[in-house]
């Protein structure tokens, strides 16, 4: 897995949302933060559409649906994620039957947000999500916030579930029962944590997964008895897990490090001895060289008649 900067940062981000996470039901004490928050969900291939057609939420029809699909498939696939979780957000304010001209001006606000970075893709999905979602929901949306009442039996929000990977004891699915009138929005952020943790590691995305799922919980107004404390023990789990990664990747880095230190004092000791050895072996040949040369030497001293017998 390739290094994140920024890790200690995130971990220091786990540990202080960890610690407040009691304090989630004060709705003061924590503002929402922006309704596309995944950092890294954006995934690792730039041309893979990233949401499956079944989990993709723009559109109140099949054909706008599919149009925008495609749009988004075709100009700027990495940014799916996060601007399917603006209409999932969207369609959830209709479902609540929160003001119609808020819900689209959210709405806008957050696919600006998703494209305001300058890149290739944010340039060409901009004017689409600017002047075609925009101006669509804007005169087109009357009759799909009429049929959205999550309060009317008959408008029920035919959403996939999604649970999480790489997260066992997590519970997400009591979240669906906890939190009726938010199910759209917790299902993409669900979509958005498995995007970010197949490509990062999971302790990377804990932290945004559960400013989504809090910022789900504010919005299901009518069950908040119930959805707060759900989306608290969920991410107490999340959290709890990650941390367990964290440690155990820190406990195989500084194994890594350690045995890495003493291969190189190993080899460097190796070294020392192969060189004091060929040094010492040198050092005999040479004494042995001069041990002859005046064994010779003394032997022509002694006897005078051998310096002719070369």
């Known amino acids: ?19 407040t996470l009691p304090m989630v039901s004060s709705h003061e004490l924590r503002r ?6 995944f950092l890294g969900s ?34 700027c696939p990495t940014l ?24 689209d001006q959210d709405f806008c606000k957050c696919t600006k947000d998703v494209t305001r970075l300058p890149t290739a893709e944010s340039t060409r999905c901009r004017p689409f999500m600017e ?22 039996p008959s408008s029920p929000s035919n959403n996939d579930l999604v649970v999480l990977d790489n997260t066992p004891e997590s519970d997400y699915m ?11 929005t917790l299902a993409s952020c669900a979509v958005n944590f498995n995007l970010c943790s197949s490509v990062h590691s999971v302790d990377f995305c804990a932290a945004d997964l559960c400013h989504c799922t809090m910022d789900a919980a504010d919005t299901d107004v009518l069950h908040n008895d119930t959805c707060l404390p759900a989306v608290t023990h969920t991410c107490r789990a999340v959290l709890s897990h990650s941390s367990r990664v964290l440690a155990s990747q820190n406990t195989r880095n500084l194994f890594i490090i350690v045995l890495s230190v003493l291969t190189i004092v190993s080899l ?7 060189f004091t050895k060929s040094k010492g072996s040198s050092k005999m040949m040479e004494e042995g060289k001069y041990l002859q040369i005046h064994t010779v030497e003394s032997a022509r001293s002694v006897n005078p008649l051998l310096t002719n017998t070369d």
């Open 32 to 37: 929402r933060r922006s309704v596309a928050p």
């Open 80 to 103: 799916a994620a996060a601007i399917n979780h603006c209409c999932a957000i969207h369609d959830d304010c209709y479902g609540q039957q929160f003001p119609r001209e808020m819900c």
């Open 42 to 75: 954006g995934g690792s291939n730039s041309k893979a559409m990233l949401i499956p057609k079944n989990l993709w939420h723009c559109g109140s029809d099949g054909f706008t649906s599919d149009y925008s699909y495609s749009v988004v498939e075709e100009s």
């Open 268 to 274: 460097g000791f190796v070294g020392i001895y192969m």
């Open 174 to 184: 009591n979240l669906y029962s906890m939190c009726p009138f938010a199910n759209i």
């Open 131 to 152: 002047k075609e979602a925009c101006l669509a929901i804007e005169f087109g949306g009357f009759f799909a916030y009429l049929f959205s009442n999550y309060s009317d």
């Open 1 to 19: 897995m390739n290094s994140i900067p920024g890790r200690t940062d995130m971990s220091v981000t786990l540990l202080l949302l960890f610690l």
